[in-house]
């Protein structure tokens, strides 16, 4: 029930029917320039992030709000708030226009971050699905 309220919470408007599809695996590297931050993995329904070595071995960059602890495995079944920004609000015209041109899933996380979660109005860092 509290997982269910997170999802819930976590996701602001235009965002409500997106779930994260059980059946697909990949991978997204979170970078900054050439440096790799780290990656958001899915695989099995489980949203894992986790920082690279190259960013632990810097100290220009401080960690994200969301991932505080740079030696943790952040784990999830829900796509955390960082990358949900990413994903731009699907009431906008024209982002429903090129959902439907490209036949790209609304409800599907890993489809949204794929075409519109590179780059973000909100931070400097950019997405790259890599698998």
Same mark, same amino acid.
């Given at each position: 029930?509290?997982?269910?309220?997170?999802?819930?919470?976590?996701?602001?408007?235009?965002?409500?029917?997106?779930?994260?599809?059980?059946?697909?695996?990949?991978?997204?590297?979170?970078?900054?320039?050439?440096?790799?931050?780290?990656?958001?993995?899915?695989?099995?329904?489980?949203?894992?992030?986790?920082?690279?070595?190259?960013?632990?071995? !810097?100290?220009? @960059? $401080?960690?994200?709000?969301?991932?505080? %602890?740079?030696? *943790? &495995?952040?784990?999830? +079944?829900? #796509?955390?708030?960082?990358?949900?920004?990413?994903?731009?609000?699907?009431? !906008?015209?024209? @982002? $429903?226009?090129?959902?439907?041109?490209? %036949?790209?899933? *609304? &409800?599907?996380?890993? +489809?949204? #971050?794929?075409?519109?979660?590179?780059?973000?109005?909100?931070?400097?860092? !950019?997405?790259?699905?890599?698998?």
């Amino acid at each position: 029930m509290l997982k269910k309220l997170k999802n819930i919470f976590w996701k602001s408007e235009g965002h409500e029917g997106l779930m994260t599809p059980k059946n697909v695996n990949v991978i997204f590297e979170l970078k900054y320039g050439n440096l790799l931050i780290g990656t958001l993995n899915l695989k099995n329904g489980l949203w894992t992030f986790i920082y690279s070595d190259a960013f632990k071995q !810097q100290n220009g @960059i $401080k960690p994200l709000t969301d991932f505080p %602890k740079t030696n *943790k &495995t952040y784990q999830n +079944e829900a #796509l955390y708030p960082f990358f949900v920004q990413r994903i731009p609000g699907l009431n !906008q015209p024209k @982002i $429903k226009a090129t959902i439907e041109k490209e %036949k790209i899933d *609304k &409800t599907s996380e890993v +489809e949204l #971050l794929k075409r519109f979660g590179q780059l973000s109005i909100s931070n400097p860092f !950019q997405l790259f699905a890599v698998g």
